[in-house]
């Protein structure tokens, strides 16, 4: 009985291997499938799509036009062998944003196998929400009280034609919070601004805290430029986004186990832009003059050359790059021309805007004796917060003139070149032709130098490119020699930025400090590394894991600490000084290759 039983097993074994493969062979038919993470979004929101490819042949993704936007791709793959045959399985997936509000659908992605289509995944619709654009005194009104907050601000909800004006995005910070350097998603801005970035990439607190629904928080500007709009228009800025890691507790994290990523998002702002009024326009009044500005004069009299330098400044702030030279007023017994004068402007753009002077200077010329009077200059704005004409005026100024002087410039009415009496003159020359008897040139001493020039040329070629890469060479080698000391001296420019409170500049040198030591001494930059590749750099290097890892937790905690300090920054910063460098000390007394 019991030979019988295995015979017959042994008859059907066969029979199971078949059908186990036949099994693994079906579980790797080919499809198409896709997943998507939502399905209602508003129109300034995204969507990520996974396509998932299972099986033989090439995998075809719909076109997403002209409903959607690809705003980002990622893809990865996996192969197997089965039955000797290669079953293959790859994702794509694809970040979606929607192009206008209502039903939007993806289509169909497509496996294509010699030709023929195999496989295909279903059709998906997703409810895209329309979004009503904020002005911008709605969007300061906040209802909120989370951790973090990414507001628009603008100090008006209307502007005007030619008006420079500052554009922001701050992020309030919970108090106590502490965040790593945010991610921001590119600010769409409309083609008809005019933009000019103050921030230089600088991430620092600004101003007071500000109390929110009983909240309180730091505020820190990730967003800051100038704006100038040159045509009158509605214009609908889309909101931004932003993600950042925050810490959740603790005051050091060595693997970022309480740390968790966060994401922001501002609403989109509805801008108005409109023409200067033509209705109290005064006559003096010139198109580009938009913001707040003074008029002054200043004269100086020469009495050796008897003519006066007339210097008009404009100071204040707004659209002083297009305001004009002011009117000047006709002067008695005198002439006046303008000068050149651009080297003397100074004009600054920061976070509150324009702001400076504009200088026009102008030589004043008496035509007779006497006292030469040059009567009030008057400047005709616009005041775009007060949305009037206004003018600023100077008072009469006066000179007394020694003597009358003639014109420098010539006059309009010049004699033609037919009338004037020429006189004509024979062509003469002083030299002579005479036979001169000269040595053959190549005996010439120049001539025998003329040759070695090349030979020279090289030689010099080749003595400076041997000294530059032997300058090169030693270069990196002084830059180790001396890695610490510099790096001794930047901790004393943190120092001084402690001693000054600017918590921002602090944690920033003292990142920087760190980092320019590693390059320096081992000609590896940390600067857009991981964690996880800074410490492997710092491994290969020749550092212990324990030396790497206090290095890496303390770049972190500066990143963090930049934006929101803990309760007792004074202290915070004395001990990340400390820190700091006995980390410099520990890291040049260990001996690596």
């Known amino acids: 009985m019991e030979g019988l039983v295995k015979r017959r097993i042994k008859h059907l074994f066969p029979v199971i291997i078949f059908s186990l493969l036949l099994g693994a062979g079906n579980s790797f038919a080919q499809s198409v499938k896709l997943e998507i993470d939502s399905q209602s979004i508003t129109i300034d929101d995204e969507v990520r799509a996974v396509f998932t490819f299972s099986g033989s042949g090439e995998g075809q993704l ?22 000797g045959k290669f079953y293959r399985e790859h994702s794509e997936t694809i970040v979606l944003v929607p192009t206008k509000a209502g039903t939007l659908t993806i289509a169909s992605a497509r496996l294509i196998q010699e ?32 951790v973090l907050l990414l507001v628009p601000e603008f100090d008006r909800d209307r502007y005007y034609v030619g008006e420079p004006f500052v554009a922001t995005w701050a992020l309030y910070i919970k108090q106590g919070l502490r965040i790593s350097t945010p991610q921001l998603s590119e600010l769409a801005a409309p083609e008809a601004v005019q933009r000019r970035d103050v921030l230089g990439g600088e991430y620092k607190e600004q101003g007071k805290s500000r109390m929110i629904n009983g909240v309180r928080y730091s505020r820190v500007p990730v967003i800051q430029e100038v704006w100038k709009i040159l045509r009158p228009e509605v214009l609908t800025i889309p909101g931004v986004k932003l993600e950042t890691d925050i810490r959740t507790g603790g005051n050091r994290s060595f693997f970022g186990r309480n740390s968790q990523t966060k994401r922001v998002k501002a609403p989109p702002i509805s801008l108005a832009v409109v023409a200067v009024p033509t209705q109290g326009r005064p006559a003096g009044y010139r198109e580009g003059a938009v913001g707040r500005f003074k008029v002054s004069t200043q004269l100086k009299y020469d009495e050796n050359q008897g003519r006066a330098l007339l210097e008009v400044e404009v100071k204040g702030i707004g659209s002083l790059k297009t305001v004009d030279a002011p009117e000047i007023p006709h002067i008695a017994n005198a002439e006046i021309r303008m000068l050149p004068s651009e080297d003397r402007d100074d004009l600054v753009v920061d976070q509150r805007g324009v702001q400076g002077r504009r200088v026009f200077q102008y030589l004043v010329t008496p035509k007779n004796k006497g006292k030469i009077t040059i009567n009030s200059i008057v400047l005709h704005y616009f005041n775009p917060r007060t949305g009037a004409f206004e003018s600023s005026k100077t008072a009469p100024i006066s000179f007394t003139a020694e003597r009358a002087i003639a014109s420098l410039f010539k006059s309009k009415e010049e004699t033609p070149v037919s009338d004037k009496k020429l006189k004509l003159h024979p062509i003469e020359s002083d030299s002579s032709l005479e036979s001169i008897n000269r040595a053959p040139v190549h005996t010439q001493p120049w001539f025998l130098m003329t040759l070695a020039l090349p030979f020279l040329a090289l030689l010099g070629i080749e003595i400076t490119t041997a000294f530059n890469k032997r300058r090169l060479a030693d270069s990196d080698k002084i830059r180790a020699k001396h890695a610490h000391s510099s790096g001794r001296k930047r901790l004393k420019a943190a120092q001084a930025y402690m001693k000054a409170e600017k918590i921002g500049d602090f944690y920033s040198e003292l990142a920087k400090t760190i980092r320019t030591y590693v390059e320096d001494k081992h000609g590896v930059a940390l600067a857009g590394m991981t964690n996880l590749q800074m410490r492997t750099a710092l491994t290969q290097a020749g550092y212990d894991a324990s030396v790497a890892e206090q290095l890496v937790v303390e770049l972190e905690n500066c990143d963090f600490a930049r934006f929101a300090p803990g309760g007792q920054p004074g202290l915070q910063m004395e001990q990340a000084l400390e820190r700091s460098s006995a980390i410099l000390n520990q890291m040049e007394s260990t001996h690596v290759a």
């Open 62 to 83: 719909p076109n997403f036009k002209p409903d959607w936007r690809v705003a980002g791709t990622s893809r990865s793959m996996r192969t197997q062998i089965i039955n």
């Open 115 to 146: 030709g023929r289509v195999v496989a295909q995944s279903n059709p998906v619709t997703v409810q895209v929400r329309a979004i009503a654009a904020m002005s911008p005194g709605q969007a300061k009104q906040l209802r909120t009280s989370d």
